[in-house]
């Protein structure tokens, strides 16, 4: 199983940027697809963003889509989510997620099978 740690929360005004980091251990990096989730006060985790194993094609969810970029350097075991454009409605716990199965689903949290302990993103108006 790998072990992942985020990193790069923080408080942030409406309209700035941040950029999370998801560090990897304990497994073949490239072996596993990730993806981001986010769970807001009282609310589901709901789905972000995805990785393909290679890095070469990602997934957004529509409310963040052009905002969020996904990206992972395998060689460094990480994988980022920056965060521009940032609005109130995004503040959250932001949870890093790999899976080592294929699925065609890639925004279902139950297909994921290792998770981060979680980072807190806060927008202010």
């Known amino acids: 199983q790998v072990q992942l740690v985020e990193s790069g929360g923080g408080l942030v005004q409406a309209g700035g940027s941040l950029r999370l980091s998801c560090a990897a251990s304990g497994g073949t990096f490239i072996s596993y697809a990730m993806g981001w989730f986010r769970q807001a006060p009282g609310k589901e985790r709901v789905f972000v963003a995805h990785?393909?194993?290679?890095?070469?094609?990602?997934y957004y969810a529509d409310s963040v889509k052009g905002r969020f970029t996904i990206s992972r350097y395998n060689a460094k075991n990480t994988v980022y989510l920056q965060m521009n454009s940032l609005k109130p409605e995004d503040t959250a716990i932001y949870y890093c997620?790999?899976?080592?199965?294929?699925?065609?689903?890639?925004?279902?949290?139950?297909?994921?099978?290792?998770w981060g302990q979680g980072t807190q993103v806060t927008v202010s108006d």
């Open positions: 997620a790999a899976r080592d199965y294929y699925y065609n689903n890639y925004d279902d949290p139950q297909l994921y099978n290792n």
């Open positions: 990785s393909t194993r290679s890095g070469f094609i990602a």
